[in-house]
């Protein structure tokens, strides 16, 4: 059964918020993808299928993309230390199921744009 990835209530909370990117070469990204929303679906609002998906965390939302050559991470939270939880928390998690590879996640962050930032 294939779920489909739907946009989900922190999504427009996020939107304008901080947001973190990073791109994990790896011939597993799809496996890697499926493991982590299925990891956390048993507490978090979760949806995947095998090239895409997304985790919605009180402090933020993760979302996902897989091919061929990697797996995209994409954060978005209110606050950079928000942010900077779900950096560690989804990095951690990922090389916990990468064990027998080694991955290199290099977070490259976006400051949030004032002008669709909500107050």
């Known amino acids: 059964m ?29 496996r890697y993808l499926q493991q982590l929303a299925k990891h956390f679906a048993h507490k978090l609002p979760t949806a995947c ?8 965390f009180p402090i933020g939302r993760v979302d996902l993309t897989a091919d061929v050559t990697g797996l995209t991470l994409s954060l978005g939270s209110a606050t950079a230390a928000d942010l900077a939880t779900l950096e560690d928390v989804v990095a951690r998690h990922l090389v916990r ?16 744009n004032p002008e669709t930032a909500t107050i």
């Open 2 to 30: 294939t779920i489909t990835p739907l946009p989900s209530p922190t999504a427009a909370a996020s939107a304008a918020g901080h947001r973190a990117v990073a791109r994990v070469a790896t011939a597993s990204g799809s």
């Open 49 to 56: 299928d095998p090239a895409s998906g997304w985790i919605d």
């Open 97 to 112: 199921f990468a064990f027998r590879e080694t991955l290199e996640i290099a977070w490259v962050r976006s400051q949030p």
